[in-house]
């Protein structure tokens, strides 16, 4: 069912003609999603007929339950407030005990897992809407879908990559649930990229900005401030910070809260607060243009009038603000860095167009933010120009941080930091730990994130058991225990017991995730090109494999081909031959087979070519050796060296 | 034949001991050791046994040019980052993953004071324990810590921490200073004490920005 009859604009840059699919960039925010699509450095978002870039990140389920996103999911929100969904992103990788403070907003029953269900069944949520049970993550796979297929019809070719951008602040249940959503709806993601750095990338390509820079990102559920050197086409962030609970949303709510508090009727019900929320988001977008306004608020059949002018509101959200400015400070102090310094301030997010917030900042740093790209686009067009560079290639460079400490816990329920914040990825890190009992034969290992001294204030990832310790007396074992983050900034643990070689590693799926069960069965249920896609992309590794493979004996027959003789040569010329169609092909298992053929039958032509280049480097020692004994010699004053063309001769005498 | 391979033979050895080259891994030709990419088929290679100082082309000393550092850092993270492999095969991103991981790891020690002279004090055979606590015995330094951290025990606003922040910057130029001569020489015992000293002051530095953002909360 098309929502929304999207076509071509004029200004929408056309991919390459013979670019199978393209991969484009994804803003998906808490209460708008963008996307948008970068050809040769261009970047544009992609705007439905009504010119609208913004697709409001909201849900709606009909009966059957399939789902409808966008503006008119957003529409239905007064008249069944029981079937739709918003502001999912911010129970993204929680469990139930994360969201209760949060659960007073969320119109909607939220559920743990079910108890009792099999091992390996995730602590994931779930969300009761209209009798349909939901996940986080399945929800925002539908707004994935549906800007996938918006895509696809706006650009007329298939879309099956993104790069998908996430608040920094995201710790890793949040990022892996993220990736989760984008594999449901059938979308590979090249890279989670953070989106201030993202906002920076399209502020820095556009205004070419050499120095310090800090992005300010107030979005609708999330608070974001980074701190970046740009130089040159290298993006390095040298600080992060934000509230990964804190956004425009809470003004909304603190008005709502302020209307239903004067409310003289009975006790609102979660319909009436939604339509207060809704409500106030109206006042706070008046409120940012006009300097008073008089709202009328029905519930339940009565209606109400609230007048409210802007300085009771800027009242309401002042201690809301005030926080994200300590936050600023914070992550100031963390690089070291004075206000003054920072050449500008990038703004970003919707919630940045509040007065109120732009004075504050400017006040802190003590010169005007910048927000000549629209703060509601900036992200998804940083995220084009990063989708494109990693598939097309391009001359910058981010280089990105983690947002948080990992750390494992420790004796006493102590968290001991493996990987501090603001550490650059990819990185990996080791620490050696012991046993504390005599025999000890197992050990436990606990990965959390966060920067409190207590586990239980952090954030709990994984728990794994590495087994199998031999016995021996307490403190004789080592256990090497690894954290390496890659440049997603998705963390894998792994523990080594060093005696032994015992060894046991986890891709941490946070505790708050899906299990890999679960994720099969939702991918199965769901997709009607689960299967056609896995087949799909099991050739396109083949072939790149293929590619690979062929490439390296063609660069070896440019350089070392003398080595052969003709027929050695046109054996190897039929074999790329062979590959070649193989890979021209659709049968993977062809391709697979003349990969292998085509290393077997080079395998003699390499050990030619190991052969000649260690003679060519012992050469190299050898003239080195005698350069310096002549050199030596030189300095004592004696007779003259050999002849540089004598060297070669004694080099190879061992031939 | 048969002579030549035996000559092969040898020579392979030769090389393998004096660590010049090894196969690539993708066209199984002959790749510098240390080249992160083969001259022949372009092919990404492991990051290898290098140290920090080798990894980015600087001299072994404790007197490193930051900018020399960082550009080395970026020259090499242009080339070998995952986002430039991110359509290429899995064998390859994963060995770019681990060169950008080598290089950050390079960077990040270099780049920091205390962390390159507890490295550099590593490669000369001097391992300063974590806890280190070999300046605990030093009356002086005993004495220095005890006051500032009463100093900042007593200051009641970030103004007043501030100023102590300061001051702890200027005693770690000062402790750097002093280690730049000390590894010139060979007291290994006087370089320790001059770590133990820097990294008090650092914790002592960091104790004071904690101190401002808690005032700040409050304020
Ligand atoms: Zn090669």
Redesign the interface.
């Known amino acids: 069912m098309a929502l929304l009859q999207i076509y071509e604009p004029g200004e929408t840059p056309a991919p390459h003609e013979n670019d199978a699919d393209v991969a484009v960039g994804i803003d998906l925010g808490t209460t708008n999603s963008v996307t948008a699509v970068s050809v040769d450095g261009k970047a544009e978002v992609l705007r439905d007929e009504d010119g609208q870039a913004l697709v409001p990140s909201v849900v709606a389920y009909a009966p059957d339950g399939s789902p409808i996103v966008g503006g008119l999911a957003k529409s239905l929100i007064a008249m069944r407030p029981d079937s739709v969904v918003s502001s999912i992103k911010r129970l993204m990788g929680r469990g139930i005990e994360d969201i209760k403070s949060v659960a007073g907003h969320l119109p909607f029953t939220v559920e743990p897992a079910p108890e009792g269900e099999a091992a390996g069944a995730s602590r994931m949520v779930r969300l009761n809407v209209d009798g349909h049970k939901l996940t986080p993550v399945e929800i925002s796979s539908h707004i994935l879908t549906a800007l996938k297929e918006r895509a696809e019809g706006v650009l007329d070719r298939e879309v099956s990559r993104a790069v998908i951008t996430v608040p920094a602040y995201f710790d890793d249940a949040a990022r892996t649930a993220t990736k989760d959503a984008a594999r449901l709806a059938g979308l590979e993601v ?2 989670l990229v953070n989106e201030p750095t993202a906002a920076a990338l399209a502020y820095g390509l556009d205004k070419e900005a050499e120095g310090l820079y800090a992005v300010y990102d107030l979005g609708g559920g999330t608070f974001d401030i980074s701190l970046l050197r740009m ?1 040159k086409g ?1 993006f390095q962030v040298l600080s992060t910070g934000g509230d990964a609970a804190l956004g425009g949303d809470d003004f909304d709510h603190a008005v709502a809260e302020h209307f239903l508090k004067d409310w003289t009727g009975k006790t609102p019900g979660s319909g009436a607060v939604k339509q207060a929320v809704a409500m106030a988001r109206e006042v706070k977008e008046a409120l940012s243009a006009e300097d008073q306004g008089t709202w009328t608020l029905e519930l339940d059949g009565e209606e109400q009038s609230f007048a409210l002018d802007r300085a009771a509101f800027e009242a309401m959200i002042e201690p809301l603000v005030k926080r994200t400015i ?1 936050i600023c ?2 992550v100031l ?2 690089a070291d860095v004075t206000p003054d310094r920072v050449k500008g301030v990038v703004l970003v997010g919707g919630s940045t167009r509040v007065p109120l917030v732009r004075k504050m900042v400017a006040g802190l740093f003590g010169r005007e933010p910048l927000a000549d790209i629209d703060p509601d686009e900036v992200v998804a067009v940083g995220a084009a120009l ?1 989708a494109e ?3 097309v ?1 391009s ?1 910058t ?3 990105d941080v983690t947002p948080l400490s990992l750390g494992i816990e420790t004796m006493g329920g102590l968290t001991e930091k493996i990987i501090p914040r603001n ?6 890190k080791a620490q050696e730990f012991t046993t504390y009992q005599d025999g000890q034969s197992a050990m436990a290992i606990h990965a959390v994130q966060g920067e409190r001294e207590m586990v239980d204030q952090n954030r709990s990832l994984a728990r794994f058991t590495l087994r199998g310790i031999p016995p021996m007396t307490a403190g004789a074992a080592r256990i090497r225990v690894t954290y ?1 983050v ?2 997603d900034g998705l963390l894998t643990v792994s523990a080594r017991e060093e005696t032994t070689g015992t060894e046991q590693s986890i891709e941490v799926k946070p505790s708050y995730g899906l299990s890999e069960d679960e994720m099969s069965q939702m991918l199965y249920d769901s997709m009607k090109h689960a299967k056609d896609d896995m087949t799909l992309r099991l050739l396109a ?1 083949s072939r ?2 293929a590619g ?2 062929v ?3 063609k ?2 027959l ?3 081909g003398d080595l052969l003789t003709d027929d050695d040569r046109k054996a190897i010329d039929a074999i790329v031959a062979e590959t070649e169609a193989a890979v021209a092909g659709e049968d993977r298992d062809a391709i697979s087979a003349a990969v292998e053929k085509l290393e077997e039958g ?2 003699v032509f ?2 030619q ?10 050469r ?2 050898e003239v080195e050796r005698l350069d310096k004994a002549a050199h030596e010699r030189d300095q004592q004053g004696e007779e003259q060296a050999a002849s540089p063309d004598d060297r070669p001769k004694s080099a190879e005498a ?2 | 034949m048969q002579a ?1 391979a035996e ?2 033979a ?3 050895n ?2 393998a001991e ?1 660590d ?2 090894q ?2 891994w ?7 050791v240390g080249d992160p990419f083969c001259s ?4 990404v290679q492991p990051p290898g046994q290098a140290d920090h100082f080798q990894r980015m082309g600087l001299e072994r000393s404790f007197d490193v040019d930051i900018d020399a550092l960082e550009k080395a850092y ?1 020259r090499m ?2 080339d070998l ?4 492999f ?5 064998k ?1 991103k994963s060995l770019s ?1 681990q060169q ?2 080598s290089l ?2 390079a ?2 020690t270099l780049k920091d004071p205390l962390d390159r002279a507890v490295y550099l004090a590593h490669l000369k055979g001097l391992d300063v324990l974590k806890e280190g606590c070999n300046a605990l015995n030093d009356p002086v330094i005993l004495m220095e810590a005890m006051e500032m951290r009463e100093a900042l025990a007593e200051a009641e606003s970030a103004d007043e921490v501030s100023d102590l922040t300061r001051r702890a910057q200027g005693d770690i130029a000062d402790c750097e200073k002093e280690l730049t001569s000390a590894f010139l020489g060979t007291d290994m015992d006087h370089i320790g004490t001059l770590i133990t000293r820097l990294k008090y002051l650092r914790k002592l530095a960091d104790e004071t ?1 904690f101190r ?2 808690e005032l ?2 409050m304020a």
């Open positions: 090249l890279r130089e290298v300590r400070e914070d102090d963390d990063q560079a990693l598939t290639g001359d460079l981010l280089l550490t650059p990825i990819p990185v990996a390496a890659d440049a590794e790149v494999e690979r493979a490439g390296a004996v660069a070896a440019e350089i070392d080079t395998r390499a050990e070519r190991m052969d000649r280049g260690i003679r060519a480097a012992l190299g020692v061992g031939d | 030549k000559g092969a040898r020579s392979n030769a090389a004096q010049i080259v196969a690539c993708s066209c199984h030709g002959p790749v510098a022949s088929c372009k092919a970026f993270q242009r980052h995952p986002d430039r991110a359509t290429k095969t899995p390859e993953q950008a991981t950050n790891d960077y990040e920005r401002r953002a700040r909360s």
